[in-house]
């Protein structure tokens, strides 16, 4: 390793280690627990009272902003998951200490992309505090509209959606196979909470990686069709699953594992290794 990497790794690990940042990475992770909570309850409306809200995390996070204090709230979110974003930025940069097997260039990278939806949030929130209806799904549409319209742009698109059909099949994996275990600092756990915090992490990962695969079949099926409206991505995914009638149970049974999501991410402000 040259002096150049090992000197930027030590630095990273310096800020990583400071105490103001854990805090409010760990108060981020309450706030991100929040907006499962509210995105699991605009999914069961979605699935049971025909709702047109967003039923994605922007859709909670205009929810959130419909209140009174909601702006206010919106801005300590926003905060909290930037300082969320920067500490997976320094987790993949520094990555695990010892031998840097696959398994811990994985975990750097899966970092890395965590970092991304963290800012991608965080900056969501900002615009809809700023007063600006950010809707995930029309940004997706508008997006899909435009590549199809290049050449080889329905490819593209059909290569995104595979993307994120990996994804929710490795997040239902990574649930089902209890590998965020390996961040929670279980000893600290008392010993009635620790498995229910566990299944809590499973039901949450394993539904919020059905949600996404579902609309990575979406995508792909919009680029096969070249129907942009297709591609809207977790809202779309949903609501196509509320238009059937055995659909509405399963989004129902998503929305309680996203809602599982929400209160395992309140339980990681307390029990995360950070």
């Known amino acids: 390793m040259s002096s150049t990497t090992s000197n930027v790794k030590q630095r990273a690990s310096r800020a990583a280690d400071s105490k103001p940042l854990e805090y409010v ?5 309450i706030g991100y627990g929040i907006i499962h909570l509210l995105f699991a309850w605009i999914a069961l409306q979605v699935a049971f009272s025909g709702s047109g809200q967003d039923s994605d995390q922007s859709g909670a996070l205009q929810e959130i902003a419909r209140h009174s204090f909601g702006k206010t709230l919106l801005v300590i979110i ?11 930025v320094f987790e993949a940069v520094i990555g695990e200490s010892g031998e ?29 505090v700023q ?11 508008s997006t899909t509209a435009g590549l199809m319209g290049s050449n080889g742009g329905r490819w593209l698109v059909g290569l995104i959606g595979l993307v994120v059909l990996g994804i929710g099949i490795g997040m239902f994996i990574y649930g089902w196979k209890k590998k965020f275990v390996r961040h929670l600092n279980t000893g600290q756990m008392p010993t009635g909470t620790r498995q229910p915090i566990i299944r809590l992490g499973m039901a949450g990962y394993m539904a919020k990686g059905t949600a996404y695969a579902v609309a990575g079949v979406l995508i792909v099926t919009a680029a096969v069709k070249y129907d942009p409206e297709k591609a809207r991505g977790l809202d779309a995914a949903l609501k196509t699953l509320a238009g059937n009638s055995w659909g ?6 998503i929305a309680a594992g996203i809602a599982a999501f929400g209160v395992y991410c309140i339980a990681q402000a307390k029990y995360r290794k950070i």
């Not at 509405?248 to 049974?253: G, I, K, P």
Request: aromatic share 10%; proline share 0%.
């Open 78 to 88: 926003a905060i909290g998951l930037i300082a969320m974003a920067i500490w997976q």
């Open 248 to 253: 509405v149970w399963v989004l129902a049974l």
């Open 131 to 141: 007063g600006a209806k950010s809707s995930m799904g029309d940004s997706n549409e």
């Open 25 to 29: 990475a760990r108060g981020g992770f």
């Open 100 to 128: 840097q097997t696959r398994g811990a260039t994985a975990e750097r990278a899966l970092s890395g992309v965590r970092a991304i939806l963290y800012s991608y949030l965080a900056w969501t929130a900002i615009k809809v």
